[in-house]
């Protein structure tokens, strides 16, 4: 465990609580003066080359090498905040003091918290700092100081009071195959007037790299904890993944990458006797690289990291796991777990109404959970939700890793919106590397069924997707999705206030360059008071 002395006292192990009003981020506000070395400055002129906002700008060039991994903050809540970072460098001692402030400004001549943390080796000399009482919607800078060396500094905010009336400006985010392209959707995002990233999973992959990628993963497939930390490691050395962090806070959930592909509950797709272990290191991992509270670290095989943040009174964001508590995919191929495209008369467990995406706990406590006094209801969640048949629906091919491989529990979810007319249910995914917009309704097969929630599921910042062409000739089949895009990488960026969620989908001109145009390639509306996403 990491012990803390804190200015201001702990979080409360309550992730996921609350959001904060608007306030500009004040990127203009005065620069630190430094004398700047050489070294300094081409480190500047680096990161200027990027475009990287002014706060992600001010390690020196001396510090990198004991915060070489960045600096990050998560699950804002109206008083508190997660703020992270791990110490990297040889010879590291076992127990390392690291101090960290929290400053109202920019130059940090007016500290709101500070306090220290130890990093220790069993946790990979990772830092979970947890500062509290403070002032609901607001932008916080924050920083931290270990073994003589200062890290970069990191903008956050902390979340609207409960009863606040604001607007949420948000970019929704998933997939970044680190060898398969650059960040320049990261660089983008540290760059927007935004809030709060959403990332709904595949932070990191596990596979090794084929020896044409653009930028190879170190190593081979990623199986034990020191594998599992080394990717993060690697990942977390991008220029502008690390800006993104720093400009932003993040509500983040895993998918099936951070430990296996197609994993579902505990079996791993090649049927591993082992996999529990393999497991349990990969969320060991993931705990120690974000920035979630010390209370969610992971005990034994689980870890908790499905829950709700309400954003004033404006919304409320519902974030689910549909990975840890799943039923195994059905009629997978021989001898192996995981996906499989299937018929649906080939595979008559499909239909099984028992089979659930995310277990009786977890769909019992969103159930009894939707929020009927906020305008919005977010559904932050892993996949494509709405049917997609990649032939005509009267012999229906579906995929089986996603919603479409657990039909019924996909119903149970939209009948208990339409039943208790929850307001404004928006679902947001990723892992299908595409852009998609669609209605979502409780009898996909009637088209006299009413729609009861929108979906945008966004493209990835890096991982390649299918064919366009396949894309375009299941939008046939599918009249209820209005949009499909799967050959570019991007994300979505939305603003959401009282009366409309305002949707871009971003693309990157060419993901093989860290600098990037970015462009928006659609634009979509949601009225509060109608389900269903239009042209903008």
Excluded at 321 to 335: F, H, I, M, T, V
Excluded at 381 to 396: A, I, K, V
Aim: proline share 7%; net charge neutral; hydrophobic share 40%.
């Amino acid at each position: 465990m990491i012990a803390s002395a804190s200015h201001r006292g702990a979080v409360a192990p309550v992730w996921y609580e609350a959001r904060a009003p608007r306030v500009l981020p004040g990127t203009s506000s005065p620069m630190h003066t430094l004398a700047l070395s050489p070294s300094r400055r081409r480190c500047l002129a680096l990161a200027g080359a990027l475009a990287l906002p002014p706060f992600a700008r001010h390690a020196r060039a001396a510090d990198v090498p004991r915060f070489a991994l960045g600096v990050a903050s998560g699950q804002p809540q109206p008083r508190a905040i997660v703020l992270w970072t791990r110490l990297t460098g040889a010879d590291l001692p076992a127990e390392v003091p690291v101090r960290w402030e929290l400053s109202r400004n920019e130059p940090f001549s007016d500290i709101a918290a500070s306090g220290s943390e130890l990093a220790l080796e069993a946790d990979a000399h990772s830092v979970h700092a947890e500062p509290s009482a403070l002032e609901p919607g607001r932008w916080y800078w924050y920083r931290f100081e270990a073994l003589g060396q200062r890290s970069m500094v990191g903008r956050t905010r902390t979340a609207p009071a409960p009863d606040a009336p604001v607007a949420l400006r948000f970019a929704l985010a998933s997939c970044q195959r680190y060898d398969h392209g650059h960040y320049a959707a990261w660089r983008h995002i540290a760059q927007g007037d935004l809030d709060l990233v959403l990332f709904v999973g595949d932070y990191i992959y596990e596979y090794a790299s084929l020896p044409t990628a653009l930028r190879s993963h170190s190593g081979g497939t990623v199986r034990s904890l020191e594998q599992y930390r080394a990717r993060y490691a690697q990942y977390k050395g991008d220029a502008s993944l690390q800006a993104a962090h720093a400009a932003l806070p993040w509500l983040m959930v895993w998918d099936d990458h951070e430990v296996d592909n197609d994993y579902a509950g505990l079996q791993g797709q090649a049927l591993q006797p082992d996999f529990g272990a393999q497991r349990n290191a990969a969320y060991r991992a993931y705990w120690e690289h974000m920035p979630f509270p010390k209370a969610l670290k992971p005990s034994g095989a689980d870890m908790r990291i499905y829950g709700r943040t309400q954003w004033g009174a404006l919304a409320c964001i519902h974030a689910l796991d549909d990975r840890q508590y799943r039923d195994p995919q059905a009629c997978p191929r021989e001898g192996r777990g995981g996906a499989n495209t299937v018929r649906l008369r080939d595979c008559p467990e499909l239909a099984d109404p028992k089979r659930s995406l995310l277990g009786a706990a977890q769909e019992r406590w969103l159930a009894e959970g939707w929020d009927l006094q906020r305008r919005w209801n977010l559904l932050a969640q892993q996949t494509l939700m709405t049917r997609l048949s990649w032939n005509d629906p009267s012999e229906g091919l579906y995929w089986t890793d996603g919603w479409d491989g657990y039909a019924a529990s996909r119903q149970r979810l939209l009948g208990t919106v339409a039943e208790r007319r929850v307001p404004g249910v928006v679902v947001l995914g990723g892992d299908v590397h595409a852009h998609y917009v669609a209605d979502l309704k409780r009898d996909f097969d009637d088209a006299q069924s009413p729609v009861v929630a929108t979906e945008f599921c966004g493209t990835s910042i890096a991982s390649r997707g299918a064919a366009q062409e396949r894309v375009t000739e299941a939008l046939r089949h599918n009249p209820h999705i209005r949009y499909g895009r799967s050959d570019r990488r991007g994300y979505v960026e939305g603003r959401l206030d009282a009366q409309t969620l305002q949707a871009k989908l971003m693309a990157v001109d060419d993901p093989t360059r860290p600098d990037s145009a970015v462009q928006v390639t659609a634009r979509f509306v949601v009225h509060a008071e109608q389900a269903g996403a239009q042209p903008a």
